[in-house]
């Protein structure tokens, strides 16, 4: 299969019920899963390249996190958080009825990851964290808070690609096909023929109410979770990252399940996972889990 299946699970809110969208590349009777989860302000489509290099043997699956690409949009956007994203990834993992998951993480789709393997019975078997961990730099949340939700529109995809660059450049070097390709699905179209980005705009709601004081609380309950975690772990992060920092990065190999840390140079945050180098990684660590070594 060369392209995916777009499909919808309906998950539980406190106001009602919403769809989650998700992608699904190769065999859907496949059992085994690996789960590939965005950050921020992206979707699943992040993930083709990776997914099409894994599909023969693995069964690929690409939510949209809600509020962003085909997912629908919370009417309460404090719901905009961990508690609300984990909730949804266990009906999504339900619904899969999956008996080996495999997670792929990059950014906040780690932090859900990173959630969820910590819990007793996880389901979750090898984890991959992309530029992320426990403890994230205040400086690197305010620089996201600055642009996050803010008002957008562009006449071409062009113009929207070489606009969403100049806040992207920390994801490395990319071919001018690459970047137009991982920008197609971040827009949607507008009714005056115009461009905007592709999730709700309130995301940024509990973004931009993060305070040192709230982060530090929250990181303390996140390094308890990452102690918590058996599953085999790799940890990859952009050389150049200001979110994970390397002190943080080299603690994480040293606690909870010492993850294997890989760098990349020439790169900030978070690597997109295009360029081959990146992808033999993953896809080495995934399939030696397959094979059982």
């Not at 699943?44 to 990776?50: P, V």
């Not at 403890?135 to 642009?147: H, N, Q």
């Not at 023929?193 to 990181?219: K, S």
Request: hydrophobic letters at 40%.
């Amino acid at each position: 299969m060369t392209e995916p299946q777009l499909r919808r699970v309906a998950c539980l809110d406190p106001t009602g019920l919403h769809d989650m969208a998700y992608w699904q590349w190769g065999d859907p009777d496949n059992p085994r899963v690996v789960v590939c989860v965005h950050g921020l302000t992206r979707q699943g489509r992040d993930f083709d390249t990776l997914a099409r290099s894994l599909c023969d043997e693995f069964r690929v699956v690409c939510p949209d996190v809600v509020g962003r690409g085909q997912s629908d949009w919370l009417r309460d956007p404090k719901g905009y958080q961990l508690p609300t994203y984990m909730a949804d990834m266990v009906t999504l993992l339900a619904r899969l009825d999956a008996t080996e998951v495999n997670w792929v993480g990059t950014s906040m789709g780690g932090l859900i990851g990173m959630a969820l393997a910590s819990l007793k019975g996880s389901p979750l078997r090898r984890l991959v964290l992309n530029d992320v961990g426990p403890e994230i730099e205040f400086e690197a949340v305010a620089r996201i808070a600055a642009y996050v939700g803010q008002p957008a529109r562009w006449d071409s995809l062009e113009q929207a690609a070489a606009d969403l660059w100049k806040i992207s450049t920390g994801f490395g070097p990319h071919t001018d096909e690459q970047w137009l390709a991982l920008t197609r699905p971040q827009v949607m179209a507008l009714p005056d023929g115009g461009y905007g980005p592709h999730y709700d705009p309130a995301i940024g709601v509990p973004v931009r109410a993060t305070t040192p004081e709230l982060l530090a609380a929250g990181q303390a309950m996140l390094w308890h979770a990452y102690d918590t975690i058996t599953c085999s772990t790799l940890l990859l992060r952009g050389a150049d990252s200001d979110l994970l920092s390397p002190s943080t990065a080299q603690a994480m190999t040293q606690r909870g399940p010492r993850a294997r840390l890989v760098e990349f140079a020439g790169v900030g945050h978070a690597p997109t996972l295009q360029a081959p180098d990146q992808r033999a990684v993953i896809e080495s660590f995934l399939r030696s889990a397959a094979a059982g070594t």
